[in-house]
């Protein structure tokens, strides 16, 4: 994938979405959709890099986002948010992260949960 939207004209960044990091922010929003909460912990107490380690075996450099919200656009709703908060627009901008994966849950209350997971080298 090649999202230049958010560079300036004539830079892109080059990043590719992986199955695994698909997997484990997949695993992410759905353990804070089970929860009802919205945190870089999960319901075990181990923060992203923890969570990341224990499945990954190489070390890498790495980032994630995390939002929630119900409204009918929720994924354009969770971008915006992301784009608004300079943390969370870095992970995006960020040209050492080569990986990305994205994991959506919905609660029973209807309320979506969104996982961004960025991996470098």
Not at 12 to 36: F, P, Q, V, Y
């Amino acid at each position: 994938m090649i999202d230049c939207s958010l560079n300036s004209p004539g830079r892109c960044l080059k990043i590719i979405d992986t199955l695994r990091l698909r997997a484990l922010a997949c695993s992410h929003s759905t353990n804070m959709a089970e929860g009802g909460y919205l945190l870089h912990k999960d319901s075990l107490g181990r923060d992203f890099k923890d969570r990341l380690a224990s499945k990954l075996s190489e070390r890498s450099y790495a980032g994630e986002n995390v939002a929630t919200n119900n409204a009918p656009d929720s994924a354009r709703v969770a971008i915006e948010g992301w784009r608004q908060s300079p943390k969370h627009l870095r992970n995006i901008l960020n040209e050492k992260f080569t990986e990305t994966g994205v994991g959506i849950a919905t609660s029973v209350d209807g309320m979506v949960f969104f996982t961004q997971i960025f991996l470098g080298k």
